[in-house]
Structure formats: C-alpha cells, structure tokens
Nanobody, 119 residues
Framework: QSQLVESGGGLVQPGGSLRLSCAASGFTLGHYAIGWFRQAPGKERERVACQSSSGEITNYADSVKGRFTISKDNAKNMLYLQMNSLKSEDTAVYFC????????????WGQGTQVIVSS
C-alpha cells in the first residue's frame, strides 16, 4: 500500500524555522493531491496546506499564510513543509497525506511528527 513517513519535527524557539519532510512510497507523488495537516492537543485536526497534483492549486490555512510553504520534489517523491516565523500555537503533531485520484479526499496518512514551539 501507499505509505508516507514524516520527519523533521522537533523543538524550536518562537520565531524559528523548521522544514518537515514526507517521504512517499508505493505511489507516484506527482499524480495525487497532497496536504499537510496538524493536530494540537484538545483541538480538531486542521488542514495546514494542500496542493493539487499538478501544483496549480495551493491553499493554506489562514493561520499559516505567509509563514508556511508547501512544496514537493516529484523526482524524489518527497513532500515538504517549510515553516518560518513559528509561533507557540503552531505546536502540534504534523501529518502529511495523499488524496485519492482526482480528489481532495485523503486516503493515506503518515504517522505524524511532533513540532513543539517553545522558549
């Protein structure tokens, strides 16, 4: 089956930056819409950023616009989330996900990587 594995999480100070990576296997990343999600303690899962398979559609949650950037390297089958100007409220477990063909409905998820923004 398709698999996604996140990495790059950790502890960072407010105002700092992190780049999360998501390694995809079992499918060609460039053929599907993909996204980054996060879930903080006591909160619902939130869509942080998503991108269509072609890259022509990219959306960000209002809370991260101007600070986060989703990107992918189709040749390496890798998905990234560059996070800048991090805030304490960005603390969450971050997940990458793959959508179904021609859809924004996600069918495969990574295990998550913890991001803690704290001084």
């Amino acid at each position: 089956q398709s698999q996604l594995v996140e990495s790059g999480g950790g502890l960072v100070q407010p105002g700092g930056s992190l780049r999360l990576s998501c390694a995809a296997s079992g499918f060609t990343l460039g053929h599907y819409a993909i996204g980054w999600f996060r879930q903080a303690p006591g909160k619902e899962r939130e869509r942080v950023a998503c991108q269509s398979s072609s890259g022509e559609i990219t959306n960000y949650a209002d809370s991260v616009k101007g600070r986060f950037t989703i990107s992918k390297d189709n040749a390496k089958n890798m998905l990234y989330l560059q996070m800048n100007s991090l805030k304490s409220e960005d603390t969450a477990v971050y997940f990458c996900a793959k959508a179904k063909s021609g859809s924004w409905a996600y069918d495969y998820w990574g295990q998550g990587t913890q991001v803690i923004v704290s001084s």
